[in-house]
């Protein structure tokens, strides 16, 4: 019997940006890993959890670890722009990558100016972020998530285009169509504790136009 194909019925919206965003392979990408005993780390962490009360993890000690790495070496802290042209960025901001729906789909928590933050106060920020985005408040969010959700198929890559140009390139901010200036940070810090994966290896997001991810 021949195999036979339907469309895919509730795909959320992140799985259809992602189907829309990325083209065939053309350009190069180089990964790097480094192994580091995280065992001083780890009982820093449970310390601060005992002194704070907070809900302090993995994922905020490497934010904050990027945005001082950052901080400290501001010539990687810029953004591809029209067709190639780098420009410095004023601040370190991040990008962090939120599972939500129940894991079914994906957002992301920007935190910005995060060179300037200590720990906490990213874990502080981290969680409003995450809180909101999570229970619908968010209302950018909210918004391009609807009408992502509502878009033919067909209709989404041109639309994620045009969003890339109007965001990224011109930097225009049009929050109520869900449209925010500059939507991502370059750096991401994602939340790999949620996946059976020690080493995964993320394509980069072309929204980034980042010449470094993390």
Same mark, same amino acid.
């Given at each position: 019997?021949?195999?036979t194909f339907s469309p895919l019925a509730g795909a959320s919206p992140f799985r259809r940006i992602a189907a829309s965003m990325w083209s065939r392979p053309s350009d190069p990408t180089i990964y790097g890993f480094l192994d580091v005993d995280v065992t001083t780390t780890l009982e820093h962490i449970q310390a601060l959890r005992?002194?704070?009360?907070?809900? !302090?993890?993995? =994922?905020h000690v490497v934010a904050r670890a990027v945005? +001082? +790495?950052?901080?400290e070496h501001p010539e990687l802290n810029a953004k591809v722009r029209f067709w190639g042209r780098l420009e410095q960025r004023s601040t370190v901001d991040l990008t962090i990558s939120v599972? =939500?729906?129940?894991?079914k789909d994906l957002s992301a928590a920007r935190i910005d100016d995060a060179g300037t933050m200590s720990? %906490?106060? !990213?874990?502080?920020?981290?969680?409003?972020?995450?809180?909101?985005?999570?229970?619908?408040?968010?209302?950018?969010y909210e918004r391009s998530r609807n009408t992502l959700a =509502? %878009?033919?198929?067909?209709?989404?890559?041109?639309?994620?285009?045009?969003?890339d140009i109007v965001s990224n390139e011109f930097q225009l901010h049009f929050p109520t169509l869900g449209c925010p200036g500059i939507p991502l940070a370059p750096r991401s810090s994602p939340m790999w504790a949620c996946l059976a994966s020690t080493r995964p290896l993320r394509p980069s997001?072309?929204?980034?136009? +980042?010449?470094c991810c993390c």
């Open positions: 019997m021949a195999t005992r002194e704070t009360g907070k809900h !302090i993890t993995m =994922t945005a +001082a +790495a950052f901080e599972s =939500t729906q129940d894991g720990l %906490l106060e !990213i874990v502080e920020e981290v969680g409003s972020n995450v809180a909101q985005t999570r229970a619908g408040e968010d209302e950018t =509502t %878009l033919p198929w067909w209709m989404v890559r041109p639309v994620l285009w045009l969003t997001c072309p929204w980034g136009d +980042a010449p």
